[in-house]
């Protein structure tokens, strides 16, 4: 006996199987998965341009820190120190579970804040030397700094709102439920007492 299937039976199979995956597209899309990788490609275009903003700012440091010495050998403590806030910064390794992992992503911020205080605290050493003040490279990199700080702010400030609407979506219901069987997490993002840390940027124009 043939056990060759009908052509009605492989159509009917294929159109049960066409439904089945209509139906299956249309639960997902019902209970939040389309927007879950919407946000989450969201947030992961925003910490990238945090990112992009914080190396900029590393990159910077290396002819500012070699410009003050050129005035201010003598201050080795705080150039030492910016030195070593950006290799801190720079070696930490930013990925998609650090930005996931509240205790990686805290660490992120601190190294952060330590290169932002170390900055600070340089900027107001060079105070002390009206040359190097008037200097015309330091006085562009000053200019970039100030820049790149600012850029890091708004950078910041839409990673937080990205977080922010993820994170609604992952507590609200029903799309909580969406969240549990994909293992889509809430996502920490940069805290108060971190802004209060890092969101001033350091002192650079000294024209004023």
Known sequence: MSTTSSPSSFWSRLLRLALFA???GALLSGCGYNDFQTRDEATKAA???????????????PNLVNTVKGYASHEKDTLEAVTRA??????????????N?????????QVQGELSGALSRLMVVSEKYPDLKADTSFRDLQSQLEGTENRITVARQRYIVTVQEYNVLAR????????????????????????????????????K
């Open 47 to 61: 910490s990238g341009e945090v990112v992009n903003q914080y190396q900029r700012r590393a990159d910077l440091i």
């Open 101 to 109: 992992n509240p205790a990686a992503f805290q660490k992120f911020q």
């Open 22 to 24: 209509g139906l299956l």
């Open 172 to 207: 609200s219901f029903p799309s909580n439920l969406t969240a549990m069987v994909f293992g889509y997490q809430v996502k920490p993002s940069f805290t108060v007492e971190n802004e209060k840390a890092i969101s001033t940027a350091p002192t650079v124009n000294f024209g």
């Open 86 to 99: 950006r290799a801190a910064a720079t070696s930490f390794q930013i990925t998609p579970e650090v930005l």
